[in-house]
């Protein structure tokens, strides 16, 4: 297939092609990291995480109506309040969702995933009934549309360029409040050993529940971040939600490292395939690729060694 | 009450229907001669049980209106209650007004063939206008054909299919496909082709049938590439396409995917104005989401589009915006579930019938000239002569008509040489 191009075009197309593994990576690990915050620490299987994606999404749509209307002046910069209030959405949301279904569950974890799973259904109708059952277009700043020449013939998507900088804030700023805040140290205390961490003082019922928000509202942002790559509709969130289980699990439910690893892993060897090879016959190795890792490594890639 | 009290009471009551049955003899020896003129006697138009009153017919409406197709759907119920409001301002269909039983196939098969079972066998609807996905139909094809009922059938679809029971308002394959590649040969000159799709069997089928023309016609298919339906990274088929430069992308994205996909091709600096596309699964429905800006100067290859200049479609589009909203848009589909309606009202008028056996065998050769899209036949195959027309998309999210084929175009659902 590569007959008849010069080596200096080969070279811009594998350039853009590594671009084009970044960006999956990037949205990968955005999709995932909510979730990996609840499933990893909390032992809570959240179906409808999509759901969660999706509210932002519509935030995103409602907020790109509002601005463009009353304020146009302010449209080049909306989608950064969008999606502030995306993520102020979906995670008040998911709070309220803790307090009303979730604690009555955390001793059954699997009925988490049929009460979410019913929570999606629900939600998908309520999504239905507001904005109607077609798809929403939303509109994007012009700044964020087009791609950046780097070269004559390497171009690389900006939309593509802004997930893979939000991926990169939004990571860091959850290491830093899982990891070196005081507060991510109450989570971790509560995750490894929920008793001995009510013992010694920490509110155990109010770390779950900002732990349950926190990991809904940056399923937000990723749904308002990916209005710019994907379609908005009431059921769009069950596009992203096998892949975001996918990476979760491979890289091993309780390690965020895991999910950031897992990510990467998938996602090149994904859009590698996926170059060479057909569309369909990327993902069917990439199905089987994770399924044959798994079954030599149930507990995933990274594995947290907890006191059981 | 004493049983002396009833036998009375049931013999007054007997007494008195003899009494009224004998005075409105008269009456009733006129009233066949009089209905004849305006309406025909239910007994004679309905022989097997139908739902038919003297002054009503019960039809079915199924489609999804919940779950991941409502988004396709919703516009087909839209325009198959439009139509039917309108048959009923005019008086009906021999004489009775039509009565829609709505059923919600909620985007699952097995609950469309359930619904059309309950349809058919506990409603007996005379007809059931309804369906989406070939899925969906091909789930209820052997309920329609053992309990005998009429579907009438409104996407465009791969073809390969002919039922007795079945009227097909969309296009086969063939017609979606053969005149828009001709057209692009013609008008662009393109000489390889790069093939996308949705991995099903509507994009498939339609892109053997599109590979085989263009390769009889001595031309190239550059790649060919499927995708699993709610596919929503199209990077890596992107640089493929930049690296194999075709002439034109041929693209057959559904759903969600399509989305994805244009917003994409665009991010990646592909300018779909000097870049040629034609897609033949964008209709003025996906441009909503995909915007319009995103896919501006594709080209889609449709049997009716929105922006069509005749009357018949500037009455249709003022009817369905004043009863759906002025923000409403109308796809290829929408307007082939508005024939249904109308072409089973001809139909059933033909045959003087409600009939089943008798509206199949009236079908061939019915003419409706008030179509939206134009005057339209049904063939002896059960889909309709039309035409093919292109459209230019708009960042309005409009197409341009910018060409139509002068003749209607025969449709074909068993095509020889392209299986």
């Known amino acids: 297939m590569f007959d008849g191009y010069s080596l200096s075009e080969l070279g811009s197309i594998f ?131 087009g791609s950046l020449s780097l070269t004559d013939t390497i171009e690389v998507p900006i939309n593509g360029l802004f997930v893979m900088a939000l991926t990169m804030t939004i990571s860091a700023v959850v ?50 971040a990916f209005t710019m790559v994907g379609s908005t509709g009431p059921t769009s969130g069950q596009l992203y939600i096998v892949d975001t289980f996918l990476v979760v699990v491979f890289g091993g439910a309780q390690s965020l ?40 490594r149930p507990q995933g890639l990274f594995v947290l060694k907890v006191r059981r | 009450m004493s049983s002396d009290d009833i036998r009375k009471d049931s013999h007054d009551a007997l007494r008195r229907k003899l009494l009224l049955g004998m005075a409105a003899l008269p009456a009733a020896a006129m009233m066949p001669r009089l209905a004849f003129a305006q309406a025909p006697a239910t007994a004679a138009i309905n022989t097997t049980g139908l739902a038919v009153t003297d002054s009503t017919v019960k039809v079915g409406i199924l489609h999804s209106v919940t779950g991941t197709m409502s988004i396709s ?36 098969w097995p609950t469309f063939a359930e619904k059309s079972r309950k349809l058919l066998v506990n409603d007996k609807v005379a007809a059931v ?86 390769e009889k016609n001595g031309f190239k298919v550059a790649g060919e590439e499927y995708f699993p339906l709610g596919h929503t990274q199209f990077n890596s088929v992107i640089n493929k396409i930049k690296l194999t430069k075709p002439d034109v992308i041929y693209a057959i994205v559904v759903g969600g995917s399509n989305v994805a996909f244009y917003k994409q091709l665009k991010a990646a600096g592909i300018d779909l104005k000097k870049q040629t596309l034609m897609t033949i699964s964008v209709t003025e429905d996906e441009m909503l989401g995909i915007g319009g800006e995103n896919i501006a100067g594709a080209y889609a290859c449709m ?65 409706f000239k008030g179509a939206p899209e134009g005057y339209v036949r049904i063939h002896e195959n059960h889909h309709l002569w039309s035409k093919t027309r292109i459209g230019l998309a708009k960042a309005d999210g409009q197409f341009d008509v910018i060409h139509e084929t002068a003749e209607l175009m025969e449709p074909d659902p068993f095509p020889k040489g392209y299986q």
């Open chain 2, 303 to 367: 049997k009716y589009f929105q922006s069509l200049d005749n009357p018949n479609n500037k009455a249709f589009v003022e009817a369905f915006k004043k009863m759906w909203g002025a923000d409403s848009v109308i796809g290829d589909v929408t307007q082939a579930a508005y024939l249904g309606p109308w072409l089973w009202k001809l139909t059933v008028e033909k045959a003087g019938s409600f009939d089943i056996d008798k509206v199949a065998a009236a079908s061939p050769g019915i003419e």
């Open chain 2, 73 to 108: 759907e919703t516009g087909s119920v839209e325009a198959e209650k439009l139509a039917i409001q309108q048959i009923n301002e005019m008086g009906g269909v021999l004489g009775r007004k039509i009565e829609f039983i709505q059923e919600d196939g909620a985007s699952d």
């Open chain 1, 175 to 224: 290491y830093a409040v899982l990891f070196r805040a005081r507060w991510g140290r109450g989570v971790r205390a509560v995750m490894q050993n929920r008793v001995m961490a009510g013992a010694v003082g920490i509110n155990t019922e109010k770390v779950d529940r900002y732990t349950f928000g926190l990991g809904c509202g940056i399923a937000g942002v990723a749904g308002s």
């Open chain 1, 257 to 296: 490292i895991g999910t950031i690893a897992s990510a990467f892993t998938i996602s090149q060897a994904q859009s590698t395939m996926e170059f060479f090879l057909s569309g369909s016959m990327a993902k069917v190795l990439t199905l089987l690729t994770v399924v044959g890792i798994l079954m030599l």
């Open chain 2, 129 to 214: 206008f309804g369906c989406w996905t070939s899925a969906s139909r091909k789930a209820v094809l052997p309920v329609f054909e053992q309990y005998n009922g009429m579907l009438y059938y409104p996407t465009f679809y791969e073809g390969l299919e002919q039922s007795k029971n079945v009227i097909y308002t969309g296009q086969e394959a063939t017609q979606q496909i053969l005149a828009g590649l001709d057209w692009v040969f013609k008008e662009k000159g393109a000489k390889s082709f790069y093939l996308i799709g949705s991995d099903y069997i509507w994009p498939r089928t339609s892109n053997k049938i599109a590979r085989k023309h263009i």
């Open chain 1, 15 to 145: 350039a853009m092609q590594g671009f084009a593994g970044l960006i999956l990576f990037s949205v990968f690990v955005l999709m995932a990291l909510g979730l990996a915050i609840i499933f990893g620490q909390m032992g809570v299987i959240n179906m409808a995480h999509g759901e969660f994606m999706i509210l932002g999404a519509y935030v995103t749509f409602v907020c790109s109506h509002l601005v463009g209307e009353h304020a146009p002046w302010l449209f080049p910069g909306y989608f950064f309040i969008a999606m502030a209030l995306a993520f102020v959405a979906s995670g008040s949301l998911g709070m309220l969702v803790e307090w009303s279904l979730i604690r009555f569950l955390y001793r059954r974890p699997l009925d988490t995933l049929l009460a979410t799973w019913g929570l999606s259904l629900i939600m998908q109708q309520i999504f239905r009934s507001t904005f109607g059952a077609r798809e929403v277009g939303v509109t994007l700043p012009d700044w964020l549309m």
